[in-house]
Every structure is written in C-alpha cells, then in structure tokens.
C-alpha cells in the first residue's frame, strides 16, 4: 500500500502565494513521475505540472513562469510552489505519483485533495 498526505492548500488574494507539499509513504521501491493535477467546479481534472524521476517538468500553459513543480527523492515528497496567484487558479489540487512498490507493482496513486481558492 502507498498513502499520498497533501498539505499547503488555502484562501489567498490575487497575486498572492502557496506551498502545495505531498509526502508518499509506504511500500515504494521507486517514485517515477509526480505530478500535481487540479479540478474547479464543474471542470474537468487537469494536469497542471510533472516532474520526472531524473528532474524533467512539464506545465500547462495557464501556469508557466508563475508555478514551479519541484521534488525531493530522499523524502519521497513533491512540491508545487504557486505564485502571482489568479481567481482562475481556484480549484481542488490532487497529487498524482506513479509508484513501483516493494513487490514490484506498477502503481498510479492520488492524494484526497487540497483546495486552493484565490479571492480577487
């Protein structure tokens, strides 16, 4: 079993700033890609950013040059580092790491969700 914990979230202004964290625990043998994805009501999920295992990023368009998607592999944890925040920014923000465990599965987990809403 892998768990994602999420932290970070909140009510900010516009133009404003968050931390998004999420630690994975349990039976992981490697953490693959991270990524962070987001859902505003009565959207579809979206991805907002990827890192890979050996550092390559990739971000939708909406947030380039103001997210910064970041991990650290000794702690199993990716970052999602917001800044010069928009109303349209408003969403539930999911982790998402695919993971090869201890018994060698190949697994897509995701964390419960961290709402991030941005006031104008």
């Known amino acids: 079993q892998v768990q994602l914990v999420e932290s970070g979230g909140g009510l900010v202004q516009a133009g404003g700033s968050l931390r998004l964290s999420c630690a994975a625990s349990?039976?992981?043998?490697?953490?693959?890609?991270m990524g962070w994805y987001r859902q505003a009501p009565g959207n579809q999920r979206e991805l907002v950013a990827l890192?890979?295992?050996?550092?390559?990023?990739n971000y939708t368009d909406s947030v380039k040059n103001r997210f910064t998607i970041s991990r650290d592999n000794a702690k199993n944890t990716v970052y999602l580092e917001m800044n010069s925040l928009k109303p349209e920014d408003t969403a539930t923000y999911y982790c998402?790491?695919?993971?090869?465990?201890?018994?060698?599965?190949?697994?897509?987990?995701w964390g419960q969700g961290t709402l991030v809403n941005i006031s104008s």
């Open positions: 998402q790491v695919i993971v090869t465990t201890t018994t060698f599965r190949y697994l897509e987990v």
């Open positions: 349990g039976s992981i043998f490697r953490i693959n890609a």
């Open positions: 890192v890979t295992r050996d550092g390559r990023t």
